[in-house]
């Protein structure tokens, strides 16, 4: 059995912070996480099971040069990653964002992912309740639920590690079917 692959954007580190701490809670099940700017599709491909987050930056925007990030990331990478077939995989997503700051397009990056894995033709797991956020306005939701884990660094990381707990119970036995 290969592992779960684990890839993220970050501007200012928080975003990598949850994604070394979800590696460190799956343990020998993931690799350690990558981020995108390091990466490439085919590094991505190779996992049938992947845990992807992205913050939202800018305005609703994924992290990268145009969202006013340092450096390259999602808003880069995910181009090359559109279009490429995903049938077969298992994705679970997670996002950061600040509903204070950001209430009107909170966590909107986050429909960004979830739209390329949805057309590629994999499965998405994971969504999560909007119950416990307060925000006027989110892209990020389907079906009355956001399409994965929300994580507020800014006002809500006192609950960080039990959402990351819950979340991965709920995702881990469906990423490990298929990786
Ligand atoms: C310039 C800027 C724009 C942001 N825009 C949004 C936004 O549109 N929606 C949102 O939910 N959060 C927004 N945020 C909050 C970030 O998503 C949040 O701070 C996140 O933790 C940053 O993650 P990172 O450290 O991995 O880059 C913004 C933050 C900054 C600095």
Do not use: C
């Not at 975003?15 to 590094?43: F, N």
């Not at 992205?54 to 880069?76: H, I, N, V």
């Not at 997503?93 to 204070?100: A, R, Y």
């Amino acid at each position: 059995m290969s592992k779960i692959g684990i890839f993220f954007g970050s501007d200012t580190g928080n975003t990598r912070r949850v994604a070394k701490s979800i590696a460190k809670k799956l343990g020998e099940d993931a690799d350690a996480p990558v981020d995108v700017k390091k990466a490439s599709v085919d590094d991505l491909l190779k996992y049938n099971a992947l845990i992807l987050g992205t913050p939202t930056l800018g305005d609703g925007e994924l992290p990268g040069l145009d969202a006013g990030a340092s450096d390259e990331s999602w808003a880069e990478f995910l181009p090359k990653l559109k279009g490429k077939d995903l049938s077969g995989k298992v994705i679970a997503l997670f996002g950061l964002g600040d509903q204070e700051g950001y209430g009107h397009e909170f966590v909107d990056a986050l429909i960004f992912l979830y739209d390329v894995a949805i057309e590629g033709g994999a499965k998405v797991v994971g969504f999560w309740p909007t119950d416990g956020y307060t925000f006027e306005k989110s892209n990020a939701i389907v079906d009355d639920q956001f399409v994965g884990l929300v994580i507020d660094h800014e006002n809500q990381s006192d609950q960080t590690d039990e959402r990351l707990d819950a979340w991965l119970e709920e995702v881990k036995a469906e990423l490990l079917a298929v990786a």
